[in-house]
């Protein structure tokens, strides 16, 4: 079965950077788009970005220019780089999928930003 599993969240203080990490397990992965998504407590799930399998990025407005998508195929690897974190960055960072009308979500990995 489809299986994520992402790694790479901690503390960390304002102004600062996070990689985060998803493997993928149970897909053909290159042939499918990913998605990095994050739920704050008390908020609605959220997409931050996204990357197709031909490798084009989308990124909500808010983080454009802070956060770069990428993928490594070989790895099946999808990794979400967080530069200049500000305390609302802070949430539980999930990856997902979408694979015939189905959603596929890692365990999510929590990141908290605070000095």
């Known amino acids: 079965q489809v299986q994520f599993v992402e790694s790479g969240g901690g503390l960390v203080q304002p102004g600062g950077s996070l990689r985060l990490s998803c493997v993928a397990s149970?897909?053909?992965?290159?042939?499918?788009?990913m998605g990095w998504y994050r739920q704050a407590p008390g908020r609605q799930r959220e997409l931050v970005a996204a990357?197709?399998?031909?490798?084009?990025?989308n990124y909500v407005d808010s983080e454009k220019g802070r956060f770069t998508i990428s993928r490594d195929n070989a790895k099946n690897t999808v990794t979400l780089q967080m530069n200049s974190l500000a305390p609302e960055d802070t949430a539980v960072y999930y990856c997902?999928?979408?694979?015939?009308?189905?959603?596929?979500w890692g365990q999510g990995t929590q990141v908290t930003v605070s000095s």
């Open positions: 149970g897909l053909t992965f290159r042939l499918y788009a």
């Open positions: 990357i197709t399998s031909g490798g084009r990025t």
């Open positions: 997902n999928t979408h694979i015939a009308r189905n959603n596929y």
